[in-house]
C-alpha cells in the first residue's frame, strides 16, 4: 500500500521456492521478514486463523517485543475480483498471562463492503494502527 517503506509481499512464485525448502526455511523467511521490523501486521483472511504458519508469526512478533496488529481483508477483492468471508480472529488463540491475546492485539475491521473503500481506509488508516500497536505493545 506504500504505507510502510521496504515492505514488499512476497510472490506466489517466491512463496513456493520458500515452501520447497521444508520448515525451517520457512521458519527462516518469516524470521527475516520480522528482523528489523517494529510491529507484525497479521492480515486476517477467511482462512488465516490457525494456519500454522500464522500461529508462528503471531508468536515470534510477540515473543521479539514487536507490536501486533490485525486487520480483516474480506472485503478486498482478490485477484478473481472476489470478495472472501470474514475470518476468525487469530488472535483467539494465544493467552498472555490471565488475558486472551484478542482482548489485547487491536483487530481493525473497515466499515466499508466496497473493495475501493476498504483498500483506502486501511491505506489511511494504517500508520496510526501501527503506532498504536507500539503503544500497545510497550504496556507488556
Same mark, same amino acid.
Given at each position: 500500500m506504500g504505507v510502510i517503506e521496504g515492505n514488499k509481499p512476497a510472490t506466489d512464485n517466491e512463496w513456493e521456492d520458500v515452501k520447497s525448502? #521444508? &520448515?525451517?526455511?520457512?521458519?527462516?523467511?518469516?524470521?527475516?521478514?520480522?528482523?528489523?521490523?517494529s510491529v507484525a501486521i497479521v492480515l486476517i483472511g477467511s482462512k488465516t486463523a490457525g494456519?500454522?504458519?500464522i500461529k508462528y508469526e503471531i508468536k515470534k512478533a510477540w515473543e521479539d517485543g514487536k507490536g501486533v496488529l490485525g486487520v480483516y481483508v474480506h472485503n478486498l477483492k482478490d485477484s478473481d475480483e472476489e470478495q472472501s468471508t470474514? #475470518? &476468525?480472529?487469530?488472535?483467539k488463540a494465544y493467552k498472555i498471562g490471565d488475558n486472551s491475546?484478542?482482548?489485547?492485539v487491536k483487530v481493525y475491521d473497515p466499515p466499508y463492503s466496497t473493495s475501493t473503500y476498504v483498500y483506502n481506509?486501511?491505506?489511511e488508516n494504517l500508520a496510526d494502527w501501527i503506532e498504536k500497536a507500539i503503544e500497545i505493545r510497550n504496556s507488556y
Open positions: 525448502g #521444508g &520448515d525451517k526455511e520457512i521458519q527462516n523467511w518469516i524470521d527475516g521478514q520480522l528482523n528489523g521490523k494456519r500454522k504458519w470474514k #475470518g &476468525d480472529n487469530p488472535f491475546m484478542s482482548d489485547i481506509h486501511i491505506k
